[in-house]
């Protein structure tokens, strides 16, 4: 009595790959893995990319925020202005102190 295959990726061979391609990446869009194999020798897995989801619905949204510490605006504030400088600076004073548009002969 033989004992059946593990179920795992299905096994292609290095000429399946080049000659089913389009089959193989049908297979890959659906979810499956492939085990490419040369000679009998298993050599690499091909895996389906993992798609990123683009929204996160409210519910999820509330149920991760759960666990996230409490901001203190405030406190939020005070660090802002101890780190960063919010004065406004015309970019072009700096290139005039470096003397990049100094006016030359015409």
């Given amino acids: 009595m033989s004992t059946p295959e593990p179920v795992g990726p299905a096994r292609i061979s290095q000429r399946d790959l080049r000659n089913r391609s389009a089959e ?62 919010d004065d406004l600076y015309d970019p072009y004073d700096r290139a005039y102190g470096r003397g990049e548009f100094t006016e030359g002969p015409r």
């Fill in 24 to 85: 193989i990446m049908d297979a890959l869009e659906r979810g499956e893995r492939c085990a490419v194999t040369r000679n009998g020798d298993h050599i690499g897995d091909l895996v389906p990319i993992r798609r990123r989801r683009r929204a996160v619905s409210r519910a999820e949204f509330a149920a991760m925020s759960r666990g996230m510490p409490r901001l203190d605006d405030r406190e939020y504030r005070a660090d802002l202005e101890r780190h960063v400088n």
